[in-house]
């Protein structure tokens, strides 16, 4: 039995997997208004397909599904394999709290019954 690929077979085959960790990923990043997928997100950057990656730079929100994750500045840096990887240069983590500017006491009330 012979595992020859034919080119046209191999770069078919190719192109499916790439389609297929796409559609499977969550993780998308807004820029300009656009939603585009990331394949892979670690703590000092993330990596896009490079035939979907427009040409970004600058600050980027993150989303999980419709969860926010963080807003990031990024640059490109290396393309490898049909994937393009940004870094962060600043990366800032989204909370459903405004950030306290005071100190809260340790003895503060938890509620306030009427």
Known sequence: MTTFLSKELHA???RAQKDKK????RLRVEFD???VPVLKLWDKGFSMD??????LRGLVDIFDGSRHLS????I???EE????????????D?????ALDFVLPKDKPVALLN
């Open 33 to 35: 208004g656009a939603l």
């Open 12 to 14: 078919d085959l190719t």
């Open 94 to 98: 989204v909370t459903d709290t405004p």
């Open 22 to 25: 796409v559609k499977k990923s």
């Open 71 to 74: 807003q990031c500045l990024i």
């Open 76 to 78: 490109a840096s290396t």
């Open 81 to 92: 394999s049909g994937e393009i990887h940004f870094e962060f240069k600043r990366s800032t």
């Open 50 to 55: 490079i035939e979907h990656a427009p040409q």
